[in-house]
C-alpha cells in the first residue's frame, strides 16, 4: 500500500494507543508515517527496491537487502521521535539544539557503524565500538551524550591503533630490510 493509505489506516488505530501510553501526539504521527513510508523498503514486500532491481537488472534479493542496509537510519530514527521530541521543534529551543545536534551526531555514528566508512574506514572493532555510541547519541539527555561521546573517542583510538599496526606490517612486509620502529 501507499504510504499515505497506510497512514490513514493507522491514524484511528494505533496512533491512539500510542498517544495513551504518553507519547507526544506529534511524535506519535511522525512515528507512524515514517514508518509507513518505509514499510515499502523492507523484505518481503519491498516493492520499490524490487522495483529498483528491475530497472537497474540486478538481483532483487540482493538489492532489497541493500536498500534495507541502506535504510536501518530510517527504522531507528523514528524511536528518537518518541523519547526526544525536541527532534521535532517541541521545546525550547535549547533543548532543540541539543537534541538535534545529539542526533546529528548519532545517525553518523549508525552510518559508520553499518557502512564501515565515514573520513576514513573503520575496522570491525571499531564499528561495534561505534554501534551503541549511536544509539546513546540518539536518547535524550547530556548524560547519555557524554558517555557515547566518550566511546566514540575509544573507538577512534582503537581505530587509529589497529590501522596504525596494519600500515606498519605491510611496511615491513614490503622492505624487509628497512628499520622502521621510529
Known amino acids: 500500500m501507499p504510504p499515505t493509505a497506510v497512514y490513514l489506516v493507522m491514524v484511528p488505530t494505533i496512533i491512539p494507543a500510542i498517544i495513551n501510553i504518553g507519547i507526544n ?6 512515528f507512524v508515517f515514517i514508518y509507513a513510508a518505509v514499510g515499502a523498503l ?21 538489492t532489497s ?37 545529539s542526533s546529528v551526531i548519532g545517525v553518523f555514528c549508525l552510518t559508520i557503524a553499518i557502512e564501515g566508512y565515514f573520513l576514513m574506514n573503520w575496522t570491525k572493532i571499531a564499528r561495534i565500538l561505534i554501534l551503541p555510541a549511536a544509539v546513546l547519541f540518539l536518547a535524550p539527555g547530556y548524560k547519555f ?38
Not at 25 to 30: C, D, E, G, R
Not at 73 to 96: H, N, R
Not at 152 to 173: D, S
Open 65 to 101: 537487502w541493500l536498500a534495507c542496509r541502506y535504510g536501518a537510519v530510517a527504522y531507528l530514527v523514528p524511536f528518537a521521535f518518541l523519547i526526544a521530541p525536541s527532534i521535532l521543534f517541541i521545546g525550547t529551543w535549547q533543548t532543540i539544539a541539543i537534541a538535534i545536534a
Open 145 to 182: 551524550n557524554l558517555v557515547g561521546l566518550v566511546i566514540l573517542g575509544v573507538a577512534y583510538l582503537v581505530n587509529k591503533i589497529i590501522v596504525k599496526k596494519r600500515l606498519l606490517k605491510r611496511f615491513e612486509n614490503a622492505f624487509p630490510n628497512e628499520d622502521v620502529s621510529n
Open 25 to 30: 501526539p506529534v511524535a506519535a504521527h511522525m
Open 42 to 62: 523492507t523484505p518481503p514486500v519491498a516493492i520499490t527496491a524490487y522495483t529498483a532491481a528491475a530497472i537497474a537488472n540486478s538481483d532483487p534479493n540482493k
